[in-house]
């Protein structure tokens, strides 16, 4: 990987854009809503509120 690259690494978890778990700081790849107010974050598994991964 060459440090020129612009796109290197933008399909990297562990990338600075990654979305972080509130509970344990992992990077978050994806969030399964369980109901209306608790989700679980994968890979982690932490259970966190649905709306974690939403922008601002």
């Known amino acids: 990987m060459s ?3 612009p796109d290197a690494g ?3 978890p562990d990338s600075s854009s990654a979305t972080l778990c509130p509970r344990c700081g992992r ?4 969030v ?3 109901g209306p107010i608790d989700a679980v974050a994968s890979p982690c598994g932490c259970r966190v509120p ?5 922008s601002e």
């Open 27 to 30: 990077p978050i790849a994806m």
């Open 32 to 34: 399964s809503v369980t």
């Open 3 to 5: 440090d020129d690259d």
């Open 10 to 12: 933008a399909d990297d």
């Open 50 to 54: 649905p709306g974690v991964l939403e």
